[in-house]
């Protein structure tokens, strides 16, 4: 497994469905890595993921190229004010996985999550859902980004796109609460 985690020089610009960025990291970053490493150079086995407004970057990436990232995984998406009809115009995500994490207890961004989901569902997508009893905080993204790695790259390998689905596209594979005792 190779991960690269960016930090953004303009966090307002390239957060919010930027054309440069996409460009930044497909042109640039991924031909740098695919020399460097040894890496799958399938949809199937790659996946971009982000928390917040990170995840929407993730998404607009991933949405847009679906020729290189099969897997996207966000935790607490901030999509607005983009909408989520906006973020799914031109694009046909059923070719991909989607694992959406939601934050119960995220008053601003909280219905992003859930909106996204049933939006990618309903156009035919294969998505995992949950929501968790905790609020939109960096120690939450960072808390549960490696449960969203593991997702995303099983050690069974029932992660990738090629493996045994537990659910049929278009249909929400789990929609739980993860609240461990909380609230």
Not at 64 to 69: I, Q, V
């Amino acid at each position: 497994l190779v991960a690269i985690f960016l930090d953004p020089v303009e966090r307002g610009l390239e957060y919010r469905a930027h054309a440069g960025y996409r460009r930044m990291i497909t042109e640039e970053l991924l031909p740098i890595v695919e020399r460097a490493y040894r890496v799958e150079r399938v949809p199937e086995r790659r996946a971009v993921a982000g928390c917040s407004r990170g995840g929407l970057a993730a998404l607009d990436l991933a949405l847009r190229r679906p020729d290189l990232f099969g897997q996207i995984g966000v935790i607490a998406p901030a999509l607005s004010p983009l909408t989520v009809t906006a973020l799914l115009t031109d694009t046909d995500p059923k070719t991909q996985r989607f694992f959406i994490l939601g934050l119960r207890y995220d008053m601003r961004f909280g219905a992003d999550a859930d909106t996204l989901a049933r939006a990618l569902a309903t156009g035919g997508a294969w998505v995992d859902y949950t929501v968790l009893s905790e609020g939109h905080t960096l120690a939450t993204w960072a808390g549960r980004f490696p449960e969203l790695l593991s997702m995303l790259f099983p050690a069974d390998g029932a992660g990738s796109l090629g493996s045994e689905s537990p659910a049929d596209p278009g249909t929400f594979l789990v929609a739980r609460d993860l609240s461990f005792g909380q609230g």
